[in-house]
């Protein structure tokens, strides 16, 4: 079983930067596509960025986080990180990591993760 653990929620004035990391274990993390989803209270939980398998793989980002985040992965230390900038109120939510083998594309990509974190909550004051 995989196991994911993010880090790096917390409250952040708009306008400001953060952090997030997904530490994963019990896998072998190089053979996974890595990806951030969020949910907002009353929504659904959708893509926010994905990274395929391999150091420097490709990468997707929602339109709405577009130019602001960046996903990235560090498959030595089984890593992967979305660092987040220019943050607005909307981008209050919880921040899941989640992990999957086999992906044809990031779009409609929430039921065919195969793990997933608890989450970690990241709240933009305006």
């Known amino acids: 079983q995989v196991q994911l653990v993010e880090s790096g929620g917390g409250l952040v004035q708009a306008g400001g930067s953060l952090r997030l990391s997904c530490a994963a274990s019990?896998?072998?993390?190089?053979?996974?596509?890595m990806g951030w989803f969020r949910q907002a209270p009353g929504k659904e939980r959708d893509v926010v960025a994905g990274i395929s398998f391999m150091s420097g793989g490709s990468t997707y980002y929602a339109d709405s986080v577009k130019g602001r985040f960046t996903i990235s992965r560090d498959n030595a230390k089984s890593t992967v990180y979305l660092q987040m900038n220019s943050l607005k109120p909307e981008d209050t939510a919880v921040y899941y990591c989640a992990a999957s083998s086999r992906l044809r594309s990031w779009v409609d990509s929430r039921e065919k993760m195969e793990y997933w974190g608890k989450g970690t909550l990241v709240t933009i004051s305006s």
């Open positions: 019990g896998g072998t993390f190089s053979y996974y596509h």
